[in-house]
């Protein structure tokens, strides 16, 4: 074993944490300090880390990411989702195409269209793919602060992030499946129909037996360690036998056991480990992967370009179709802007990006900009459009 690995954990975990505090005190999130704790410890300035395709702190990393969606996956509201129904689907399919459609046609503006099928093309896609992201989080607290967490606007903006998310994920799993060459389009299909059918068949019955597990052993620490065993071997399937992204298996794992009892007590459990060495790690390396030396005015002006298209994409798109289904246009506007932060999603996204060949390095510089600027604008603006009105606790959407 080489045991140098053990310092740069040391000083990987050190730095995150230190710089993650940071940001928190910044009102910006842990994730941006830790990805900036990665770019100065990284080859672009210190270069003190360095991390590799297949190396053990790139292999820690993807463990981080697949426990990351995992996670994500544990906090899906199934009945929330059942409950909003038609509404916050069609606002999310809004949320999810139209920043796919602009962020294709923003890299083919800057970088040329390429032929459809090539690899040009679907790194143009990809782009888009980035853009199609929902993070919520900051929305939700500036929503608990204001006291609107429970009003229609703010169960629609819940939901519909939520929905959004799978969607993206879906779309992922169909990009990156068509991108190789010698893939043909049909198989691409027919093996994410495949996953997806596997997916609900071993669902129900992994269901079944944690339900029978979480009743006889309530809050014990076997149902999280159970849970855990079937998050990778779901990544592994869905990566190994059908071809899907690692990332999709572990966020159906998480869905499969998001309506069991001791759900958040397995969240709890996951959120440890993501918490002490595998979350920190994970956005560090987006940092230390970051290459600052390719930067020049074309790329600053695609970045800025970048943060525009994919905020305002979100803004009209999920806008637009809350008015079409009836909300105001001040309502609208809200749920517009509910939908616009970006982060963790976007992260996990890029970084798949990378490592299939769809994304350069340099354009993280991108991802990371529209993180941080979403994240800073989204509760300025809502509390802005907000103004005036008292606090509310109107019912959840019943449409």
């Known amino acids: 074993m080489d045991y140098h690995v053990l310092l740069e954990?040391?000083?990987?975990?050190?730095?995150?944490?230190?710089?993650?505090?940071?940001?928190?005190?910044l009102h910006a999130p842990m994730v941006v300090g830790q990805i900036i704790a990665g770019l100065v410890l990284g080859p672009s300035i210190l270069n003190w880390v360095s991390i590799t395709s297949g190396d053990f702190l790139s292999q820690m990393a993807e463990i981080g990411v697949i426990m990351l969606m995992f996670s994500?996956?544990?906090?899906?509201?199934?009945?929330?989702?059942?409950?909003?129904?038609?509404?916050?689907?069609?606002?999310?399919c809004a949320g999810v195409f139209i920043p796919l459609a602009c962020g294709t046609l923003l890299y083919m503006a800057f970088y040329g269209a390429g032929a459809v099928g090539s690899t040009e093309f679907f790194k143009a896609v990809f782009t888009g793919v980035i853009m199609t992201a929902t993070s919520v989080s900051i929305t939700v607290e500036t929503l608990k602060e204001m006291g609107k967490i429970k009003s229609k606007v703010g169960t629609t903006i819940l939901s519909a992030a939520i929905i959004d998310d799978v969607i993206g994920i879906m779309v992922l799993t169909f990009v990156i499946g068509f991108q190789d060459p010698a893939t043909k389009p049909v198989s691409v299909v027919i093996n994410s129909l495949l996953f997806f059918a596997f997916s609900f068949v071993v669902g129900f019955a992994c269901y079944f037996v944690f339900k029978k597990i979480d009743q006889k052993y309530p809050h014990?620490?076997?149902?999280?360690?159970?849970?855990?065993?079937?998050?990778?071997l779901m990544a592994y399937l869905a990566e190994e036998w059908f071809g899907v992204a690692d990332i999709t298996g572990a966020y159906v794992a998480g869905i499969i056991l998001c309506s069991i009892h001791d759900s958040d007590y397995i969240a709890e459990k996951m959120d440890i480990n993501s918490y002490m060495l595998f979350g920190p790690l994970f956005f560090a390396s987006i940092g230390l992967k970051t290459s600052i030396e390719g930067l020049d005015v074309s790329l600053l002006l695609f970045s800025a370009a970048f943060v525009v298209v994919a905020m305002g994409s979100k803004v009209i798109g999920c806008g637009l179709t809350s008015k079409a289904l009836r909300f105001s246009w001040k309502d609208s506007l809200k749920i517009g802007l509910g939908m616009m932060t970006r982060g963790e999603v976007a992260l996990i996204v890029a970084q798949k990006g990378l490592s299939v060949g769809l994304l350069n390095s340099v354009y993280f510089t991108a991802v990371i900009l529209l993180i941080i600027c979403s994240s800073v604008l989204t509760p300025i603006l809502?509390?802005?459009?907000?103004?005036?009105?008292?606090?509310?606790t109107t019912v959840p959407l019943t449409h």
């Open 9 to 25: 954990l040391a000083i990987i975990v050190i730095t995150a944490k230190l710089f993650g505090l940071i940001a928190r005190k």
């Open 72 to 92: 994500a996956g544990l906090e899906t509201d199934i009945r929330e989702l059942l409950k909003t129904g038609p509404v916050a689907l069609a606002i999310a």
């Open 220 to 232: 014990t620490r076997r149902i999280p360690i159970m849970g855990l065993a079937l998050c990778f």
């Open 382 to 392: 809502l509390k802005l459009v907000y103004r005036g009105e008292t606090e509310e």
